[in-house]
């Protein structure tokens, strides 16, 4: 596929799912991917956020083009938080130090991420806080003042009843919990997210190919 064919099937499936055109986004993943690919693939088709999963790459590709926007999309580590500088949104904070560490850096910065929050899957390899760790975790984070815009998920893999499911669960514990961003979905399964909810979708592999 390509970025202009991913877009279209975004926008295709918003419209039977009966939501409004534009609700959701494309995340567009350039883990793995020189700068020519991305210059040649992906950035002559809009303006849509790119996105990062390893700390070293987003500090290389962002300088690259720092007027795009950029979120970060990867497990966090300390070490990391120095890469973040120019990031707009943190899809996976998993533990309340990650924001108290990056509240801490956004003082000297000027500025600070937004966050989502990264809500278990039920697997037992996957992070993420679990869905009852979920309301005292957001009110501590919320505590550090930096923005939680919402939650972020990833879907059992080769298991379409459960991945529905898994979104489903994670749009009405968003709801319940006040929160609007839903970043869930990826190549395989993004269809199945826009149709539970996602506002986010992050997309790599499919706009490369």
Known sequence: ??????????????????????????VAVTKGHTLEEIEQKVLPHG??????????????????????????IGPLQRNKIK??????????IEEVWQAE???????????????LLQRHNGEARKHGFLP???PLALRAIQATGLEVRGLMTMAPYD??????????????????????????????DYPLAIAAGATLVRVGRNLFT
């Not at 596929?1 to 494309?26: C, D, K, N, Q």
């Not at 303006?47 to 007027?67: C, H, M, T, V």
């Not at 890469?83 to 996976?92: A, I």
């Open 101 to 115: 560490a990056l509240a801490e850096a956004a003082q000297k910065w000027g500025h600070a991420p937004a966050l």
């Open 47 to 72: 303006a849509f956020p790119l996105a990062e999963n390893r700390g070293q790459e987003l500090r290389d590709k962002s300088a690259a083009w720092p007027e795009a926007e950029w979120h970060f």
């Open 132 to 134: 009852q760790e979920l």
């Open 83 to 92: 890469y973040l500088r120019g990031v707009s949104l943190v899809h996976s």
């Open 159 to 188: 298991d379409e009843a459960r991945a529905e499911a898994v979104f489903l669960e994670t749009a009405r514990q968003a709801h319940d919990l006040g929160l609007s961003e839903l970043s869930m979905g990826m190549s395989d």
């Open 1 to 26: 596929m390509s970025v202009p064919e991913v877009l279209a099937r975004i926008r295709e499936v918003e419209a039977a799912a009966g939501r409004p055109a534009g609700s959701v986004r494309l």
